[in-house]
């Protein structure tokens, strides 16, 4: 659901952008450290709307890569841990569920508080 929201959110904005490009057709002065050169209004909405796009999905993209590498490194880690756990529950013998344990009772009150 959330992906199509964004979807959505995207698609709005594409239209907002493409509608105050077509707005705003005329020449522009664009000042850069090599030169000076005069470009469409609409031109320069665009490319910079698709520059701001690009640099968005390659940090997304590298976020995604960091989590499914965090993941990955999460799960080995697990894999190796698993079977240490299992010999520790089977070391363990479980006591019944009424049983005082040294000296707690079974919902877990001390017995001093009772006395």
């Known amino acids: 659901m959330r992906i ?4 959505i959110a995207g698609l709005i904005f ?6 105050f490009a077509v707005i705003n057709v ?30 968005v999905g390659s940090y997304s993209i590298y976020l995604q890569y960091r989590s499914q590498k965090k993941i990955q490194q999460l799960e080995q880690q697990l894999a190796q841990l698993r ?8 070391e363990m013998p479980l006591s019944p569920p009424n049983e005082e344990v040294q000296g707690f009772t079974a919902e877990g009150r001390n017995q001093e508080d009772l006395a």
């Open 4 to 7: 199509q929201w964004s979807l």
């Open 83 to 90: 079977p240490e756990a299992e010999a520790v529950e089977a």
């Open 14 to 19: 594409a239209l907002i952008t493409a509608i």
């Open 26 to 55: 005329n020449p522009v002065q664009v000042n850069l450290l090599f030169g000076t050169f005069e470009v469409p209004l609409i031109l320069l909405i665009l490319g910079c709307t698709l520059l701001g796009a690009i640099i």
